[in-house]
């Protein structure tokens, strides 16, 4: 069952008091944006949302325990390179479903909620820098990559290697396809193939999220046993057996808190697709923007699933208004189904109250977008700088007829 989490950040990096509403606590819904310019914050609430997500998965699954995390809090916030970002007055506060973390007076607590509701996600950050994946030849032995980098690189390997045939990208009908034995991807068109190497930059950004992004989606339509089956070594079995020996022994745990772990430590198979994409538009025309996405949408429609997504794309906000006015028009006029699919693709078509937009400002604020028929609202960051450009246009017409009457 769906369940929002909840993220709270103030005097972090260049976020200073943060999100206003709801006392400073952002809710996370199935699909989450952030915009804003350059060096606000974006990437730095994504990356605490998908830290906190994950510590929570780690701490379920017992490979590392509540003192551990505590004490490491800091180095675990490197994993993102954020380990420097933390001041005197740094306040972070996550409500997950299993945990609840509050960062405050330089240190962390952590304490298990009474929840039988956790489902355990399959987390991946996609950062802006995955075109380097698709540039370097031979990138695993490429030493020092950033380890958000390095984390992608693991998994958009395994999705290479895993693919049968070619994969088609959702940008102007071009192709994915990986040579196994040459250790090479390629981009296919109707006439010719080159090495990703030699493909244009946008392609080069694409391949390395659609690819990891589709192959964790199939992944999630898995059944238990095939998962089971495919992951589980001696090593893990091993893990959630101490684990549940020590949730035993552990008298602190209430009934509730001790069945839930058990429970939770038992399963390890993953409920739901949590991604976090920075930039998906990155290299992208406008209109290939629109089609990347839909299909990040369409990747994302599992019950459970959770897409959060940074970007400095006005079309993106606008291309995810066209994904929402679809969704209501179809509710309402089944018939209208066929004509709606040739604008909006049905499965990316998404319910607005599922989608949140967060601006990330320059003064170390955040605000949500206000919504008008659960499309965000015209008047944001975005689309004024597009309505400035067009004011400043104007004034350069105005000057020249100025000149032009003075002559």
């Not at 952030?34 to 974006?42: L, N, R």
């Not at 990559?145 to 994969?167: H, I, M």
């Amino acid at each position: 069952m769906w369940k929002e989490k909840y993220l709270k950040i103030r005097n972090f990096g260049p976020i200073k008091n943060g999100y206003s509403g709801n006392d400073g606590f952002m809710p996370f819904s199935k699909y989450v944006f952030f915009c804003g310019p350059q060096a606000t914050g974006k990437s730095c609430v994504a990356k605490l949302f998908s830290t906190f997500s994950w510590l929570e998965k780690a701490m379920v699954k017992g490979e590392y325990k509540i003192d551990y995390v505590t004490g490491q809090f800091h180095l675990f916030c490197a994993f993102h390179q954020m380990q420097n970002y933390f001041r005197s007055e740094t306040e972070l506060h996550y409500k997950g479903t299993a945990f609840e973390m509050h960062y405050i007076n330089g240190a962390l607590n952590v304490k298990a909620l009474d929840n039988l509701d956790y489902l355990r996600p399959q987390i991946i950050y996609v950062p802006a820098e995955r075109n380097l994946l698709a540039v370097l030849e031979n990138a695993e032995n490429v030493k020092d990559l950033p380890q958000s980098l390095s984390s992608l690189l693991s998994v958009y390997g395994k999705a290479c290697k895993s693919l049968k045939g070619e994969l088609k990208l959702p940008v102007n009908g071009y192709r994915f396809y990986y040579d196994n034995a040459g250790k090479t991807a390629y981009i296919a068109d109707d006439t010719c193939s080159i090495r990703i190497t030699e493909a244009s930059s946008g392609l080069q950004s694409l391949s390395p999220m659609y690819v990891t992004l589709h192959y964790l989606s199939q992944q999630m339509m898995m059944t238990a046993a095939e998962v089971i089956y495919q992951k589980q070594s001696n090593r893990e079995k091993e893990i959630i057996d101490n684990r549940i020996a020590e949730l035993l022994k552990d008298d602190t745990l209430t009934p509730m808190q001790r069945q839930m772990l058990i429970k939770q430590a038992s399963d390890v198979t993953n409920k739901f697709l949590l991604s976090i994409v920075e930039e998906p538009e990155q290299n992208q025309y406008p209109k290939s923007q629109r089609d990347v996405l839909f299909k990040l949408l369409a990747l994302h429609k599992g019950e459970n699933d959770q897409l959060v997504i940074t970007t400095h794309s006005p079309y993106i906000i606008n291309y995810i208004a066209l994904a929402i006015k679809a969704y209501n028009i179809s509710k309402k006029y089944s018939t209208a189904m066929p004509e709606l699919d040739k604008v909006v693709p049905t499965d990316s078509m998404v319910d607005g109250s599922k989608v949140t937009i967060y601006q990330v400002n320059e003064d170390g604020t955040v605000s949500m977008l206000p919504k008008y028929d659960e499309m965000p609202s015209d008047d944001n960051m975005l689309n004024n700088m597009l309505e400035e450009s067009n004011e400043q246009f104007n004034q350069l017409l105005d000057i020249e007829e100025e000149c032009q009457n003075t002559k």
